[in-house]
């Protein structure tokens, strides 16, 4: 059966969460109202006619960073990204697909990906589950192409409910943590520079580690502040012995957690070195979905969760809470993304420990209004869906 809005005021009292449930109606009365005059909804026009299909489009996007971004293995000035939209019945849900290059995904990928996704089989869009079982079944990777309309989906679905996605998922916004903002490994002249720029925005740095001047890129940012920091050393340490060595002396300087000390494949070595690490230790490169959280269960303090890896807000949900179950620390990151990607990952935070979204801090070409920081702490929009809403020219 197709989405009835009409219907939905008769059983909005079994809605999502029962949060939602007088807004989501109020939302509907409205939009039925709206559907009466034959009005339009946030500028798009409402189809009145026959049962509503969901469209799907996309179209490449390059992110430009506003400094050179390096960590262990790779330097990069750009990254490859590609913008997502559903629409249906006079609403849109916008995605985004980022690729950075260890990923192994591009454009061509993705695009290639989105070309066999048929969402007009689909007449319910409320049939979240199903909807993306079927679209995770149509390859064994493509990841970030996944994850694109999974928050196309939930940011649509969002909007039809009237509530955005933390609302519905019962959590409380107040308890989204301060956000680290990343300084990439680069010289001191530059690290100084970037460390005065956010040092009193921020209440935490994520600092990346794993080269040969790990101590003098912590050292020169001790100079200008001593804000707690996270590391993340991206799989750069080798010894097991000397990576322990470092966390100690990195302990010393005020840093509050490890990501990937050691390359994934080496999970023994990462497993002893949280077992005598002073800092929780958190899998970023070991741990890309769901599956993946039974193997590295006792290797690691906690698991970094990402969309671009594990498909979605979908997936995440299910992580972060099979995580906690295990008695695992949780953190919510991002690549380098627009407010869409970044704003979606958010609706999550008021249940992690520690968030890495600033991805959309580090573009100088965003393309929506979202999920803000405010004195470090991340806030989340009271609007619909993902909370975002479009700037600028969109051309999709």
């Given amino acids: 059966m197709p989405f009835n809005r009409r219907e939905f005021i008769k059983t909005a009292t079994s809605a999502v969460a029962g949060a939602a449930v007088g807004a989501a109606t109020s939302y509907a009365v409205q939009e039925v109202k709206k559907r009466t005059v034959g009005a339009t909804v946030e500028g798009y026009h409402v189809n009145t006619a026959g049962p509503a299909r969901m469209k799907l489009s996309f179209e490449p996007y390059e992110l430009q960073l506003r400094h050179t971004f390096t960590v ?56 979240i589950d199903g909807i993306l079982e079927y679209v995770d079944s149509l390859s064994e990777g493509d990841t970030a192409a ?15 409910l009237g509530q955005p996605w933390y609302r519905i998922w019962g959590l409380d916004p107040s308890k989204a943590p301060d956000t680290t903002f990343t300084i990439g490994i680069d010289t001191p002249d530059v690290v100084r520079e970037k460390t ?22 912590i050292e020169t940012i001790r100079e200008i502040t001593d804000l707690p920091i996270a590391v993340d050393a991206n799989q750069g340490w080798k010894d097991k012995k000397q990576a322990l060595e470092m966390i100690h002396w990195l302990a010393e300087h005020g840093v509050v957690m490890v990501e990937q000390p ?17 800092l929780p230790v958190f899998a970023d490169e070991a741990i890309q979905r769901l599956k993946d ?11 970094n969760i990402k969309l671009m890896k594990c498909t979605g807000m979908r997936e995440a949900w299910k992580m972060a809470n099979y995580a906690r179950a295990e008695g695992m620390k949780v953190m919510i990151g991002c690549m380098t993304e627009t407010s869409c990607a970044v704003s979606a990952a958010a609706q999550l935070s008021p249940i992690v420990d520690f968030a890495d979204l600033d991805g959309n801090l580090l ?13 470090g702490k991340i806030t989340l929009p009271d ?3 993902i909370g975002i809403k479009p700037i600028g020219q969109f051309g999709i």
């Fill in 383 to 385: 609007r619909p869906g």
């Fill in 196 to 217: 005065k720029e956010c040092a009193d925005k921020f209440n935490i740095l994520k600092v990346k580690v794993g080269l040969d001047n790990d101590k003098e890129m």
């Fill in 146 to 160: 996944k994850a694109a309309v999974d928050i196309a989906l939930h940011d649509l679905v969002g909007k039809l």
């Fill in 262 to 278: 050691m390359p994934k494949e080496m999970l023994d070595e990462n497993a002893w070195i949280t077992e005598n690490s002073p």
């Fill in 72 to 127: 262990a293995s790779y330097s990069r000035t750009t990254t490859p990204d590609v913008q997502v939209k559903i629409e249906y019945d006079g609403f849109t849900g916008y995605g985004e697909a980022s690729m950075p290059p260890y990923l192994g995904q591009s454009v061509e990928t993705v695009s290639a990906f989105l070309k066999k996704v048929n969402l007009e089989q689909f007449k319910d869009p409320f049939q």
């Fill in 363 to 375: 573009i100088s070409n965003d393309l929506f209004e979202g999920m803000t920081v405010v004195k």
């Fill in 293 to 303: 959280i039974p193997a590295i269960k006792g290797a690691y303090s906690g698991i």
